[in-house]
């Protein structure tokens, strides 16, 4: 058995003077009294990368910084998909009794801590170094080709993905620590200005500050009592020039992994967390994994089914695409969010009757996969 | 006057020999010659078997368009002269499929062949409509 003990998050957005180290030690602190324990308890500690602090012992740094001493500490690196790998891995250690408590926790003053371009020269290193990036190609420029060869496939159209980007602003609206908290219309997504078509600005996620953590822990330690009932990883590529099949890119093969384990199914899911660097990302996955049908994500957000309402609550604290995106930290906040809605303590934002939540994590272009199922007992 | 730079810069001796390749209106690619897998990019080894035999080929430079996305905001500002570009992954009648430029215009099915034009500091391959 593991259990999210306790999570804790920054506000994200322009966090002005916040450095990596801020963000992670404000939301480490946070997490840690959310589980009920203190800084002693800790003997686990998992991190993720920043790009605006790029040590080679990120983890090491971050505990001196806390000032804990854990018998077990690294960082970690699967993209998008780390913060879950990193829930994922600190399940198995206190499972396997080797840690008692264990932080994981990202942080990254991506927005003020470096210039716009630095940020998209880093990021576009995530294509291929001699195949790719000599193309002036961009993380939108991969996602754009995943946008037009999925829309080509299946039928997608650009209105379907700019319905994404409005459910997950209104989402945003209730969340007090989201970056975007203007509320949109497609209209304005389909107006809004090209970055690599058919991607429009506000089909991207924003560069974000922000720090969040999450205490990995073998019972309960705090007021919520939410387990890790399974869990799966797929690693089918890393660019995109070598995906062989754009129908299956990993996520589904990582959740049927993930569902095998908890003896659960699709259908069982009563909340999504499900990574949306971009709209099309949010599509594919969902898509893919199997929640609506294929080219179905615009016709479900339009039919209020991803609403707090609805049958399938989507990243109710905006996703990346709205509550922000600050690295590791922006596919972390899916499974904070997750954790909060199953323990009945997200305030505004929370969906009505949260027992079983779907979470999952995509890194590079559709490169590495973590699903996972969690459970309120 | 500045210094004439390297072709690119790569740390991959088989990326450079690829780019070397480029400079001079070539496509190359790999043929293994133990399971006749043909392979992009070059590799140490055939990613299909496993095999160290592999043959250096050059595609005739024709295929068809898989995706093709239009940057208009480039990494850098030294690319912005060249925005709005065509980035298409191409699919070569050898059966490889490749990242390149292509001109705008073009969709997905579409014929296509390769040219090659001066992208920042280095001569790209560019893909346009075929016939
Ligand atoms: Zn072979």
């Known amino acids: ?377 | 006057m500045s210094e004439p730079k390297p072709v690119v810069a790569s740390s991959d001796p088989l990326a450079r020999a690829w780019w070397a390749g480029v400079a001079e209106g070539r496509i190359g690619y790999q043929r293994c010659e133990a399971c006749a897998a043909a392979q992009f990019y070059p590799r140490e080894r055939c990613a299909a078997c496993g095999s160290a035999r592999l043959a250096i080929a050059t595609s005739v430079g024709t295929g068809t368009i898989f995706s093709i996305t239009v940057v208009h905001r480039p990494p850098s500002p030294a690319l912005q002269a060249f925005a709005p570009y065509g980035i298409a992954l191409v699919d070569l009648d050898e059966g490889v499929r490749l990242m390149a430029h292509a001109d705008p215009g073009l969709a997905i099915g579409d014929r296509v062949r390769a040219t090659f034009a001066l992208f920042g500091d280095r001569t790209t391959p560019k893909f346009v409509r075929a016939g």
Request: glycine share 12%; aromatic share 6%; proline share 3%.
């Open chain 1, 1 to 377: 058995m593991a259990y999210i003990a306790g999570v804790g998050n920054t506000r994200y957005g322009v966090v002005e003077g916040s450095s990596t180290t801020s963000l992670m030690t404000d939301a480490a602190h946070a997490a840690i009294a959310d589980a009920g324990l203190a800084l002693r308890d800790i003997d686990g500690l998992l991190t993720g990368y920043s790009t605006t602090l790029p040590h080679i012992m990120l983890a090491t740094v971050v505990s001196e910084r806390l000032g804990i001493r854990p018998t077990y500490a690294h960082s970690m690196q699967a993209g998008g998909a780390t913060g879950v790998a990193m829930v994922m891995l600190a399940r198995l250690l206190v499972e396997s009794g080797q840690c008692r408590a264990v932080l994981c926790v990202a942080g990254e003053n991506r927005a003020t801590g470096q210039s716009r371009d630095q940020s998209i020269q880093t990021l576009a290193q995530a294509g291929h170094p001699d195949y790719e990036v000599p193309y002036g190609a961009t993380i939108p420029a991969y996602y754009g080709l995943l946008a037009a060869r999925y829309m080509h496939q299946f039928g997608v159209t650009g209105l379907d993905l700019a319905e994404l980007a409005v459910v997950m602003r209104a989402h945003a609206t209730r969340h007090p620590d989201a970056h975007q908290r203007q509320p949109i219309t497609v209209e304005q997504v389909m107006a809004s200005k090209p970055i690599a078509l058919p991607l429009r600005l506000l089909d991207c996620c924003p560069v974000s500050d922000g720090g969040i953590a999450a205490v990995i822990t073998r019972e309960p330690t705090g007021e919520a009592k939410v387990r890790i009932r399974g869990a799966g990883q797929a690693h089918l590529h890393q660019h995109i020039s070598q995906a062989r099949d754009w129908a299956a890119m990993g996520a589904s093969e990582s959740a049927a992994r993930a569902f095998a384990e908890a003896g659960m199914a699709v259908t069982d899911m009563r909340y999504l967390a499900v990574y949306d660097s971009f709209t099309i990302t949010l599509a594919m996955l969902l898509e893919e994994i199997g929640f609506v049908r294929r080219a179905g994500s615009g016709e479900a957000a339009r039919a209020g089914r991803f609403g707090r309402e609805g049958d399938l609550p989507l990243n109710l604290h905006g996703g990346l695409l709205s509550f922000g995106h600050c690295g590791v930290g922006g596919g972390f906040a899916h499974l904070v969010e997750a954790q909060r809605q199953l323990s009945g303590r997200a305030g505004d934002r929370q969906a009505s009757n949260v027992p079983t939540a779907f979470v999952h994590g995509d890194g590079g272009v559709m490169s590495s996969h973590v699903s996972m199922i969690l459970e309120r007992v």
